[in-house]
């Protein structure tokens, strides 16, 4: 079994930065195929969870939503079990629960919340205008 914990989030004004991490532990976390993509997802109040990033093992392929792309960055430390988002330029409406994510080699899309096999249990980020 693989364990997810997010750190990092806080309440922050507009324009801000913060950088959250994810640290992995468990069976199998140093594995390419077992934690093939890693990545974060966002759920605020009253919504879907979306997608927000993600990162392949090698941390060659990233993808980011539209709504975040210029403003995160997301990599990975293989060696330290860790997955880290940038934000910066924080707005209002980056305001949600943001998740952690791994998941096994696939062909799925990154995009899709389904088709990963572990999360962590959240951390609030809020932006405040």
């Known amino acids: 079994q693989v364990q997810l914990v997010e750190s990092g989030g806080g309440l922050v004004q507009a324009g801000d930065s913060l950088r959250l991490s994810c640290v992995a532990s468990?069976?199998?976390?140093?594995?390419?195929?077992?934690?093939?993509?890693m990545g974060w997802f966002r759920q605020a109040p009253g919504k879907e969870r979306e997608f927000v990033s993600a990162v392949t093992w090698s941390g060659e392929h990233t993808y980011y939503a539209d709504s975040v792309k210029g403003r995160f960055t997301i990599s990975r430390d293989n060696a330290k079990n860790t997955v880290y988002l940038q934000m910066n330029s924080l707005k209002p409406e980056d305001t949600a629960v943001y998740y952690c994510a791994a998941r096994r080699y696939s062909s799925d899309s990154v995009y899709i919340k389904n088709t990963y096999n572990y999360w962590g249990q959240g951390t609030q980020v809020t932006v405040s205008s």
């Open positions: 468990g069976r199998a976390i140093s594995n390419y195929v077992s934690m093939h993509v």
